[in-house]
Structures are given as C-alpha cells and as structure tokens.
C-alpha cells in the first residue's frame, strides 16, 4: 500500500508560480508512475502531468505543458510539480497519484490506483 502526501499549495497571483511537492511511502517508489491531478470548482479530477521513472519519461495534458514540470526524485521518494504562468483557471485542488509504471503514463484519473489527500492551490487576480 502506497501512501501520499502533498504539499506546498497556497494562494498565489495571476501569474506567479509554485511548486508542489508530494512524498510517498510505503512501496518501491521507482516502480510506480507519479501523476499530477487536478479538481477544479465543480469540475472532476482531470490529469495534469506523469512522470514514470528516473530517467523522466513525461506527458503533460496541453493545457499545461509549456507551463508546469513534473519531476522526481527517488532517493527521497518525492516527486514535483512546478508551476509557473499561473492562471485563474489553474485553482484547485491539485491531488497526486500513483500507478504501478509497467502500464506507462496514465492520463486518466481511473488508472490511478493510489491518491493523496490533496492540495488547495488558489490563483487570485
């Protein structure tokens, strides 16, 4: 069983940035792809970013690609989401999630099989 908690959300302008962090525990954390989720204001949780092993296979969702990096670090069982440009649109409850890496990169909420508690991140304006 895999555990995940994030943080580092917060309230942050139009246009700022910030970096999430999520740590795991729990499993062999380079055996699992890392994803970035998000749930907005009446919306369901829709994929953001996945990252599936140390050499950094990625896949970002377009609405953030040139905008957010996901990476990871497996000697501390920790893996990122950087974001940058941020826009009104991007608040939300941002959750990670874990899968085993062998199925490669989900994009969707339902391949995940292991989930934080989640991380509010407001952008104001």
């Known amino acids: 069983q895999v555990q995940l908690v994030e943080s580092g959300g917060g309230l942050v302008q139009v246009g700022g940035s910030l970096r999430l962090s999520c740590a795991a525990s729990?499993?062999?954390?380079?055996?699992?792809?890392m994803g970035w989720l998000r749930r907005a204001p009446g919306q369901e949780r829709k994929f953001l970013a996945a990252?599936?092993?140390?050499?950094?296979?990625?896949r970002y969702a377009d609405s953030v690609k040139d905008r957010f990096i996901v990476s990871r670090d497996n000697s501390k069982n920790t893996v990122y989401l950087d974001m940058s440009s941020l826009k009104p649109e991007d608040t939300g409850v941002y959750y990670c999630?874990?899968?085993?890496?062998?199925?490669?990169?989900?994009?969707?909420?339902?391949?995940?099989?292991?989930w934080g508690q989640g991380t509010q991140v407001t952008v104001s304006s």
């Open positions: 729990g499993g062999t954390f380079s055996a699992y792809t």
């Open positions: 999630a874990a899968h085993r890496s062998d199925i490669g990169l989900g994009t969707h909420a339902r391949e995940y099989d292991y």
């Open positions: 990252i599936r092993d140390s050499r950094g296979e990625t």
